[in-house]
């Protein structure tokens, strides 16, 4: 697992008009290649009347699947310029198509790349961006009366409380990002006197808005 990476918040939708043909953009995250197709031919049957819907996607981890569709406009004019805006922008599991209404007027090999950029980066820009962060889930066993210190003292912290369980004693649930773990044990074994039984349960990812 990676210790963090952008992609997008969910979906996004702009529209531009360029010398009279429209450029709808939807951006969309998709942790799989067949979510990406899904996304697509999901655009293509609301805009069934559409002269192109052209696409990019990059998938995974390391950026494994990564593709780019043209969907008749001119090779090269369309996908790929999309493709390189998810890869500036340094985006992991993002899909965008491209729906264009032809206006009449031709736009050049230049005007389609512009285009086709233009609406990627504003279709990102509607969806919003998030940092996913790698954290790993401790828990907390405490007594009592170290609550009170304990919740307070964790608010004031960049360490994420989730949840406090109240049985015979105490569990307070903590979510750390992975390279600081050793750091808050260090911190909680301080703050309580080594009075707290701290275990580590699953990693996840949370969201941090950029």
């Known amino acids: 697992m990676l210790?963090?990476?952008y992609t997008i918040k969910q979906y996004g939708q702009t529209e531009i008009e360029i010398q009279k043909s429209r450029f709808?953009?939807?951006?969309?995250r998709c942790e799989t290649e067949q979510q990406a197709k899904d996304f697509i031919n999901d655009i293509k049957k609301a805009h069934p009347?559409?002269?192109h819907n052209c696409a990019a996607y990059m998938i995974g981890e390391h950026d494994q699947i990564q593709k780019a569709l043209d969907d008749g406009e001119p090779s090269g004019t369309a996908g790929v310029p999309m493709l390189e805006v998810i890869k500036k922008r340094a985006l992991k599991d993002t899909c965008i198509v491209v729906t264009r209404y032809f206006g009449g007027i031709k736009l050049g090999a230049g005007g389609l790349i512009r285009a086709y950029s233009t609406s990627a980066r504003e279709a990102i820009d509607a969806a919003g961006l998030v940092c996913r962060k790698?954290?790993?889930?401790l828990e907390v066993m405490i007594d009592y009366p170290l609550l009170g210190k304990l919740e307070n003292e964790v608010r004031q912290t960049t360490y994420l409380l989730e949840s406090i369980d109240y049985l015979e004693k105490v569990t307070v649930?903590?979510?750390v990002e992975t390279?600081?773990?050793?750091t808050c044990k260090n911190w909680l074994v301080n703050l309580t006197s080594d009075q707290a039984d701290i275990s580590e349960t699953t990693q996840a990812y949370i969201e941090v808005p950029v």
């Open 3 to 5: 210790k963090k990476y």
């Open 24 to 28: 709808i953009a939807h951006a969309k």
């Open 49 to 51: 009347q559409a002269n």
């Open 134 to 137: 790698q954290v790993q889930k």
């Open 173 to 175: 649930h903590l979510a």
């Open 179 to 182: 390279d600081k773990v050793d």
